[in-house]
């Protein structure tokens, strides 16, 4: 997946301001509409007007539909940009990546049994070489198993708002256009 | 039933009925525009609803436009038939005189 917060937000933003536009054409032109009711009056114009009010109510709901979308897109911001502005990553690749570091943690922990192995008395002149190695690889061991955990909880992180958006973005309907102008 | 046509006003109505139809077009294109750009800065496997969506929305606006077209066309038609109407009479009257 790859999301750019950035132009996520630059969008959005227009997007909110073009339904602010299209709201205000909708009202101005079912105002002229429904104004046209008292000077057009004959055995057509009721169900004219009557007809005109559902469609009116069709194409609320449309402006609708659209800020649902609009606000789905902005938790997909707010979510995200916890993370980061320009985030690519294979959701599905988790368990390689952790199969990844479990090696190189197995390959540290390995490097530190040998080192305890080592017997220092023997080797007084290297003894204290040894133990700074067997500090050092006991800290990258312990940082790298932390890196493990805090990929393994982004990964979790994401997966969650991924699941999150489909459960909304799946329930998203949009109401079709009927021919309304049947009859008329 | 009273029937009555302000045929100055009725024209005056179309006329902005007109107008904000040509807005309501062009904020339409702008907007599937945007929703269109929105898919390429979100792309996730999320993304296939969204670009449902998005058609479903074009269609619905085709539609909008379409029933708004007949809509201006049906007061246009009533505005014709008035002034035919209208003119008749007249002519019946100039007749009769």
Redesign the interface.
Known sequence: ????ID??KT??L??EH??E??EE??M??YH??S??S????????KK?FDN?YI?KN??KR?ID??HT?KEI?GE?ISNYEQIGNRIKVQLKEKNNVVSHFNQYLDQIKLCISICKKIPLATYPEVSSLISREHAQLMKIYEETEDLKDRLVQLFDRMQEF?DQ??KK??Q?Q????T???EG? | MDQFIDEIKLEGAIGKLRMYHKEESICFDSTIKLLRELTTHYVTENTIFFDTFNDEMMSKFRAIQMNQQTDIEQMEKTLSGYRETKKKVEKRLEDMI
């Open positions: 997946m790859e999301i750019h132009k996520l969008t959005v227009q997007l073009a339904i536009e299209y054409i909708y101005n032109f002229v509409v104004s046209s008292f000077f057009w009056n004959d055995e057509r114009s004219f005109m469609e069709h194409v449309s539909e659209l979308v897109y997909i991924e958006i489909n973005v799946s998203l949009i109401q079709k256009m021919d309304i102008r008329v």
